[in-house]
């Protein structure tokens, strides 16, 4: 069975600053997806970032960018140039390729950004 | 920009009662999920659906949960007899292919008493 790793549950940094959130996984899959999404406090379940593991390259997205580790099973989310709005739990998940599309979860990161 | 909803976003109701939750899924989506966050857990997958069938469910999804999408637009998941543990955030779901971005609603809030 896979299962998902965060082990900071809660970071706090200031505007402006980067910050690293770590996510660890662990399958026998070759093939899958990695996730994060952010969840402010509206609740609402938001994708940050999506990787494939079948592609080297880590993924980026504006100030969001991934450091995919597959052979170590790390998948770490990078924000640049933080924002008040950033301030969210942050939850990384796995899913396996061609299989029933569910998302694993990690216990989530609360992530606050102060002025 | 399309997105999902849910209602209701509170629900309040006794033990051993039976509760709807309704999800509208976004229009030309075909994959349809319910996923659950106990207060200070994990979110936790509990069913998807595909093709108007369930394809795949967890342990927690066990005979009194059921899902319909009764009428091509909404998606609902019932609880037949409600238990204390429960209580979560329920989050309905949907993507167009089984491996693309799930869109997630904004959570039904169920607090069983």
């Known amino acids: 069975a896979q299962t998902v790793t965060q082990s900071q549950p809660e970071m706090s940094v200031q505007e402006a600053e980067t910050v690293t959130l770590s996510c660890t996984y662990d399958?026998?899959?070759?093939?899958?997806?990695l996730f994060w999404y952010k969840q402010p406090p509206s609740r609402q379940m938001i994708l940050v970032i999506r990787?494939?593991?079948?592609k080297q390259q880590n993924a980026t997205e504006n100030r969001f960018s991934v450091n995919f580790q597959k052979a170590a099973k790390s998948f770490s989310l990078k924000i640049s140039d933080s924002q008040l709005g950033d301030t969210a739990m942050y939850f990384c998940?796995?899913?396996?390729?061609?299989?029933?599309?569910?998302?694993?979860w990690g216990a989530g990161t609360k992530l606050i950004i102060k002025p | 920009e399309p997105e999902v909803t849910q209602t209701p976003s509170h629900q309040v109701t006794q033990m051993g009662q039976e509760v709807i939750l309704r999800c509208v899924p976004i229009?030309?989506?075909?994959?349809f999920y319910w996923y659950r966050q106990i207060l200070g857990q994990k979110v936790e997958f509990l069913v998807s659906?595909?093709?108007?069938?369930?394809?795949?469910k967890s342990e927690i999804f066990d005979d009194q949960f059921s899902v319909e999408r009764p009428d091509g637009s909404n998606f609902t998941l019932k609880i037949r007899s409600t238990k204390l543990e429960d209580s979560a955030m329920y989050f309905c779901?949907?993507?167009?292919?089984?491996?693309?971005?799930?869109?997630f609603g904004p959570g039904t809030r169920l607090t069983v008493t």
């Open positions: 998940a796995f899913m396996k390729h061609g299989s029933n599309y569910q998302l694993i």
């Open positions: 399958t026998s899959e070759n093939n899958y997806y």
């Open positions: 990787q494939e593991a079948y």
């Open positions: 229009s030309n989506h075909l994959y």
């Open positions: 659906f595909y093709n108007n069938e369930i394809s795949e």
């Open positions: 779901a949907s993507s167009g292919a089984g491996e693309d971005e799930q869109y």
